[in-house]
Protein backbone atom coordinates (compact mmCIF):
# COMPACT_ATOMS: atom_id res chain seq x y z
CA UNK A 1 0.00 0.00 0.00
CA UNK A 2 1.12 3.49 -0.88
CA UNK A 3 1.64 5.44 1.97
CA UNK A 4 -2.06 7.88 2.92
CA UNK A 5 -0.94 11.64 4.55
CA UNK A 6 -2.98 12.59 7.58
CA UNK A 7 -4.95 15.16 5.52
CA UNK A 8 -6.07 12.30 3.04
CA UNK A 9 -7.19 9.96 5.40
CA UNK A 10 -9.39 12.65 7.32
CA UNK A 11 -10.54 14.24 3.56
CA UNK A 12 -11.50 10.90 2.58
CA UNK A 13 -14.33 9.67 5.22
CA UNK A 14 -17.68 8.50 4.34
CA UNK A 15 -19.90 8.04 6.97
CA UNK A 16 -18.88 10.84 9.37
CA UNK A 17 -18.92 14.55 9.79
CA UNK A 18 -15.98 16.54 8.81
CA UNK A 19 -15.88 17.98 12.74
CA UNK A 20 -15.96 13.83 13.65
CA UNK A 21 -13.24 13.59 11.49
CA UNK A 22 -10.65 16.18 12.46
CA UNK A 23 -10.84 14.49 15.90
CA UNK A 24 -10.65 11.04 15.27
CA UNK A 25 -6.97 10.38 17.11
CA UNK A 26 -4.11 8.88 14.75
CA UNK A 27 -2.06 5.68 15.97
CA UNK A 28 0.58 6.91 18.10
CA UNK A 29 3.15 5.49 15.61
CA UNK A 30 1.63 6.66 13.00
CA UNK A 31 4.82 7.86 11.33
CA UNK A 32 6.55 4.88 11.82
CA UNK A 33 3.38 2.94 9.69
CA UNK A 34 4.76 -0.47 7.63
CA UNK A 35 3.18 0.55 4.42
CA UNK A 36 4.83 -2.08 2.33
CA UNK A 37 3.09 -4.77 4.68
CA UNK A 38 -0.52 -2.95 4.88
CA UNK A 39 -3.33 -3.25 1.84
CA UNK A 40 -5.21 -0.91 4.46
CA UNK A 41 -4.65 1.09 7.91
CA UNK A 42 -6.61 -0.20 10.59
CA UNK A 43 -7.02 1.55 13.85
CA UNK A 44 -8.26 2.13 17.11
CA UNK A 45 -8.25 5.43 18.24
CA UNK A 46 -6.11 6.40 21.10
CA UNK A 47 -8.89 8.72 23.09
CA UNK A 48 -11.73 6.81 21.95
CA UNK A 49 -11.19 2.67 22.59
CA UNK A 50 -14.87 2.25 20.83
CA UNK A 51 -14.16 4.38 18.19
CA UNK A 52 -11.98 3.09 15.05
CA UNK A 53 -10.90 3.49 11.45
CA UNK A 54 -10.27 1.79 8.49
CA UNK A 55 -8.11 3.81 6.21
CA UNK A 56 -7.66 3.01 2.26
CA UNK A 57 -6.28 5.09 -0.56
CA UNK A 58 -10.00 7.33 -1.32
CA UNK A 59 -12.00 6.29 1.66
CA UNK A 60 -11.73 6.28 5.26
CA UNK A 61 -14.62 4.58 7.61
CA UNK A 62 -15.27 5.61 10.97
CA UNK A 63 -16.35 2.14 13.34
CA UNK A 64 -17.56 1.11 16.83
CA UNK A 65 -16.32 -1.67 18.40
CA UNK A 66 -19.06 -3.36 20.11
CA UNK A 67 -18.35 -4.35 23.82
CA UNK A 68 -18.47 -7.65 24.62
CA UNK A 69 -21.17 -9.38 26.50
CA UNK A 70 -20.78 -11.01 29.60
CA UNK A 71 -17.45 -10.17 30.55
CA UNK A 72 -14.96 -12.70 30.11
CA UNK A 73 -14.96 -15.27 27.60
CA UNK A 74 -13.85 -18.47 27.44
CA UNK A 75 -10.05 -18.86 26.18
CA UNK A 76 -11.36 -22.24 23.90
CA UNK A 77 -13.84 -20.43 22.13
CA UNK A 78 -12.56 -19.18 18.46
CA UNK A 79 -13.79 -16.73 16.63
CA UNK A 80 -12.91 -15.68 13.04
CA UNK A 81 -12.11 -12.62 11.03
CA UNK A 82 -14.80 -12.17 8.40
CA UNK A 83 -11.97 -10.50 6.23
CA UNK A 84 -8.62 -12.24 6.49
CA UNK A 85 -10.00 -15.53 7.53
CA UNK A 86 -7.76 -15.18 10.21
CA UNK A 87 -8.86 -17.58 13.56
CA UNK A 88 -8.64 -16.28 16.93
CA UNK A 89 -8.92 -17.04 20.43
CA UNK A 90 -11.83 -15.10 22.53
CA UNK A 91 -11.33 -11.66 22.23
CA UNK A 92 -9.88 -11.62 19.19
CA UNK A 93 -12.46 -10.55 16.69
CA UNK A 94 -14.69 -7.79 17.51
CA UNK A 95 -18.10 -6.84 15.85
CA UNK A 96 -17.40 -3.24 14.21
CA UNK A 97 -20.38 -1.29 13.54
CA UNK A 98 -20.18 1.47 10.94
CA UNK A 99 -23.38 3.77 10.36
CA UNK A 100 -24.51 4.17 6.95
CA UNK A 101 -23.22 7.28 4.38
CA UNK A 102 -25.37 10.23 4.60
CA UNK A 103 -29.17 10.61 6.10
CA UNK A 104 -29.27 6.50 6.68
CA UNK A 105 -26.65 7.00 8.83
CA UNK A 106 -27.33 10.32 10.36
CA UNK A 107 -30.78 8.55 11.40
CA UNK A 108 -29.12 5.86 13.27
CA UNK A 109 -29.12 3.07 9.89
CA UNK A 110 -25.65 0.83 10.20
CA UNK A 111 -24.00 -2.08 9.54
CA UNK A 112 -21.50 -4.22 10.91
CA UNK A 113 -18.76 -7.19 10.34
CA UNK A 114 -16.65 -9.02 12.85
CA UNK A 115 -12.65 -7.73 12.15
CA UNK A 116 -9.65 -8.94 13.73
CA UNK A 117 -10.14 -6.96 17.45
CA UNK A 118 -6.47 -5.30 16.52
CA UNK A 119 -7.70 -4.63 12.53
CA UNK A 120 -4.58 -5.68 11.48
CA UNK A 121 -5.59 -8.24 9.10
CA UNK A 122 -2.57 -7.33 6.52
CA UNK A 123 0.09 -8.83 9.42
CA UNK A 124 -2.08 -11.50 9.81
CA UNK A 125 -2.14 -12.25 6.32
CA UNK A 126 1.94 -12.08 5.74
CA UNK A 127 2.42 -13.92 9.25
CA UNK A 128 4.17 -10.71 10.61
CA UNK A 129 1.73 -11.23 13.71
CA UNK A 130 0.29 -14.39 15.58
CA UNK A 131 -3.20 -14.62 16.59
CA UNK A 132 -2.99 -15.09 21.03
CA UNK A 133 -3.69 -18.58 21.65
CA UNK A 134 -4.37 -20.08 18.56
CA UNK A 135 -6.10 -23.04 18.90
CA UNK A 136 -6.79 -24.21 15.41
CA UNK A 137 -4.61 -23.85 12.42
CA UNK A 138 -6.27 -23.81 9.18
CA UNK A 139 -3.52 -24.37 6.06
CA UNK A 140 -4.94 -22.69 2.53
CA UNK A 141 -4.15 -23.47 -0.61
CA UNK A 142 -3.95 -20.04 -1.58
CA UNK A 143 -0.88 -17.90 -2.61
CA UNK A 144 -0.60 -14.86 -0.03
CA UNK A 145 -1.66 -12.79 -3.35
CA UNK A 146 -4.73 -14.61 -3.55
CA UNK A 147 -5.78 -14.03 0.12
CA UNK A 148 -4.88 -10.78 -0.08
CA UNK A 149 -7.37 -10.31 -3.03
CA UNK A 150 -9.84 -12.23 -1.20
CA UNK A 151 -9.39 -9.87 1.97
CA UNK A 152 -10.02 -6.81 0.08
CA UNK A 153 -12.87 -7.90 -2.07
CA UNK A 154 -14.52 -8.76 1.00
CA UNK A 155 -13.45 -5.27 2.43
CA UNK A 156 -14.39 -3.26 -0.33
CA UNK A 157 -17.73 -5.23 -0.10
CA UNK A 158 -18.54 -4.40 3.87
CA UNK A 159 -17.76 -0.48 2.26
CA UNK A 160 -19.84 -0.95 -0.29
CA UNK A 161 -22.69 -1.73 2.25
CA UNK A 162 -21.77 1.12 4.00
CA UNK A 163 -21.91 4.09 1.25
CA UNK A 164 -24.81 2.65 -1.41
CA UNK A 165 -27.30 4.30 1.16
Known sequence: MEPISE???RASFVNCSKGEAARIKLPTDFRDTPWADLDFLGWTDPAAPQRAVIAMPGVSILLRKAERAGGRGSAAR????QVCLTDHAAGGVSLFTAPLAGAAGRNGNSVGEYLCSDLACSLYLRGKRQPR???VRF???LTLAERI???LLKLTAFTSRITAA
Open 149 to 151: DRA
Open 133 to 135: MRL
Open 7 to 9: AKI
Open 139 to 141: EET
Open 78 to 81: STMC
